[in-house]
């Protein structure tokens, strides 16, 4: 019975000791790092983007919805290739199609892997009960979404079809 409760306590520090705020990521065909530290005290909305995905006009709505919270706002595009190669072969390529076809400007990571054996730490974080804390999550498809709320904590999970300006999103912003 001690030994259960000496495990039981440390899976608890485990969670929480995990912070979305350790993690670091380069920026889209840049030099810089993105530290998820400097987005304290913000929502931060990481979405798996692709530039040649039915789900890729939901870049406008994610501009849209950035620009109208940004003070309290993080929206995150981490574009990945793993769903059909729907994403662009280089990273000036995918920055590009983003500025010129959809004025994005929120900030957006190298290509990472969201699933697999080579899943990013990020998501590993984001896809895994017992670092995010709130449940285990499938990547399924380009353009899943994860809400972290302004303390670094993990609150919501949603699927492709979930559209960035759609109640089940806002309602979480308000």
């Known amino acids: 019975m001690k030994s259960i409760i000496i495990t039981l306590l440390i899976s608890i520090c485990a969670i929480s000791d995990s912070s979305i705020y350790d993690f670091s990521i380069e920026a889209l065909?840049?030099?810089?790092?993105?530290?998820?530290?400097?987005?304290?005290?913000?929502?931060?909305?990481f979405v798996n983007v692709a530039s040649k995905c039915g789900f890729t006009p939901q870049y406008k709505d994610l501009q849209r919805l950035y620009e109208l919270n940004k003070d309290h706002l993080v929206i995150?595009?981490?574009?990945?290739d793993q769903f059909?190669?729907?994403e662009l072969n280089q990273e000036s390529l995918i920055k590009e199609f983003c500025s010129n076809n959809y004025q994005v400007t929120f900030p957006m990571t190298t290509v990472i892997d969201v699933k697999g054996k080579n899943q990013h730490p990020i998501y590993q974080w984001l896809t895994q009960k017992d670092k995010n804390g709130l449940d285990d999550f499938k990547v399924s498809w380009n353009f899943n979404k994860?809400?972290?709320?302004?303390?670094?904590k993990?609150?919501?999970?949603?699927?492709?079809?979930?559209?960035?300006?759609?109640?089940?999103?806002?309602?979480?912003?308000k």
């Open 76 to 80: 995150l595009g981490l574009p990945c």
């Open 84 to 86: 059909a190669g729907q």
């Open 146 to 152: 994860f809400l972290v709320d302004e303390n670094g």
């Open 154 to 173: 993990l609150i919501a999970h949603f699927d492709s079809k979930v559209n960035p300006l759609n109640e089940e999103i806002t309602k979480h912003l």
């Open 29 to 45: 065909d840049s030099d810089e790092t993105i530290h998820l530290s400097d987005f304290k005290g913000k929502k931060i909305l």
